[in-house]
């Protein structure tokens, strides 16, 4: 698929963020002035990759779903390939989390509630994820209801495509028991990666902890987890009970997306009111602390303001996710005329 690439065009400044392989840019399209996120891959990046790139696109172009970040268009030049995705500009799900005053049982329930509707609808298209966890969880906006979005697919795999999935891969602390045993696994890894999430959501630390993996996934092969008092004493048992279920060591009788969408914590009004957001954002910001990222000079046109507002707004939200709150006097250093 290629776009006529003269429909896009940078926004001046440019907003970019830099990943291992690939960077992100921020442009608008011309006509009707929407804007998206383009990632740019070197093709040079891509050697001995093509393969993963080749199944990434494959599996975006199939999905169509509210809280799944979309690709809208390609485009191959003869260095690079661009992916032209759905902008998001919310900010992570514990960053979001930590910024309330207010947090309980149901805000979890509604936030896992939109993930399980969208791997349901992953896995009813033959598509596993295989990478869930926070930092892939992004919002769709700043607005207080803003929905959430999965991004990143990968390491996603489409079932049936001629090869059984038993591949170790995915992210320590999230993979399922049957992943890590090298034994040939299905959909159901994604719905434990969800119960460990909900884990995570309830009380901001993982269910599975140590600075050595082999002790790591020690843990997490014998299903070796617990509710510890006092951080789960306020949590309902219906919680807890949702999260066994998905958390279950067996893949056969590990509760499926439809299985935990009919939960009475779900689908029920079993989760609780109570405010949790104290213990769970210390703990977030206790055990999932990012490191500082080295920020780069953003570079401001004279002549082209009109589109400031909408760059300074996702700048902020960008640099807020790393660095917490800030002011606009916060990032006026990082600043610099160009003539």
């Known amino acids: 698929?290629?776009?006529?690439?003269?429909?896009?065009?940078?926004?001046?400044?440019?907003?970019?963020?830099?990943?291992?392989?690939?960077?992100?840019?921020?442009?608008?399209?011309?006509?009707?002035?929407?804007?998206?996120?383009?990632?740019?891959?070197?093709?040079?990046?891509?050697?001995?990759?093509?393969?993963?790139?080749e199944n990434?696109?494959?599996?975006?172009?199939?999905?169509?779903?509210?809280?799944?970040?979309?690709?809208?268009?390609?485009?191959e030049s003869k260095t690079h390939l661009y992916l032209i995705m759905q902008l998001v500009s919310g900010g992570e799900l514990f960053d979001r989390i930590v910024e309330k005053g207010f947090y309980t049982e149901k805000d979890a329930s509604k936030l896992i509630q939109q993930i399980l509707d969208a791997v349901k609808?992953?896995?009813?298209?033959?598509?596993v994820h295989r990478d869930l966890k926070p930092e892939n969880l992004l919002y769709d906006?700043?607005?207080?209801?803003?929905?959430?979005?999965?991004?990143?697919?990968?390491?996603?795999?489409?079932?049936?495509?001629?090869?059984?999935?038993?591949?170790?891969?995915?992210?320590?602390?999230?993979?399922?028991?049957?992943?890590?045993?090298?034994?040939?696994?299905?959909?159901?890894?994604?719905?434990?990666?969800?119960?460990?999430?909900?884990?995570?959501?309830?009380?901001?630390y993982p269910p599975f902890y140590d600075e050595n993996d082999a002790k790591l996934f020690e843990?997490?092969?014998?299903?070796?987890?617990?509710?510890?008092?006092?951080?789960?004493?306020?949590?309902?048992?219906?919680?807890?009970?949702?999260?066994?279920?998905?958390?279950?060591?067996?893949?056969?009788?590990?509760?499926?997306?439809?299985?935990?969408?009919?939960?009475?914590?779900?689908?029920?009004?079993?989760?609780?009111?109570?405010n949790i957001h104290e213990s769970v954002s210390a703990q977030i910001k206790k055990n999932f602390a990012k490191s500082k990222w080295r920020v780069s000079y953003f570079f401001c046109a004279p002549g082209l303001l009109q589109n400031a507002k909408t760059f300074l707004l996702c700048l902020v939200q960008c640099l807020a996710k790393v660095f917490g709150p800030l002011e606009l006097c916060d990032l006026l250093p990082h600043f610099r005329l160009q003539t």
């Open 141 to 204: 906006s700043m607005e207080e209801d803003s929905k959430i979005m999965i991004s990143d697919f990968g390491l996603s795999k489409i079932e049936g495509s001629g090869s059984v999935m038993s591949t170790a891969c995915g992210t320590p602390g999230y993979v399922a028991p049957e992943v890590l045993a090298q034994k040939p696994y299905s959909k159901a890894v994604d719905c434990w990666s969800i119960g460990v999430i909900a884990y995570i959501l309830l009380c901001g």
């Open 121 to 127: 609808y992953l896995h009813d298209m033959g598509i």
């Open 56 to 75: 990434e696109i494959a599996v975006l172009h199939k999905l169509k779903h509210a809280n799944i970040v979309s690709l809208e268009d390609i485009f």
């Open 219 to 274: 843990q997490i092969l014998k299903a070796d987890y617990e509710f510890d008092s006092p951080y789960w004493d306020d949590i309902s048992d219906s919680a807890k009970d949702f999260i066994v279920h998905l958390m279950e060591k067996d893949p056969r009788i590990r509760y499926t997306c439809d299985q935990a969408l009919q939960h009475p914590w779900i689908a029920g009004d079993t989760a609780l009111d109570k």
């Open 1 to 53: 698929v290629r776009i006529r690439w003269s429909r896009l065009t940078t926004i001046t400044p440019q907003f970019l963020l830099r990943g291992a392989f690939s960077e992100v840019v921020l442009a608008e399209e011309k006509r009707t002035q929407k804007l998206v996120a383009i990632k740019c891959i070197p093709k040079k990046a891509l050697e001995g990759k093509e393969n993963s790139i």
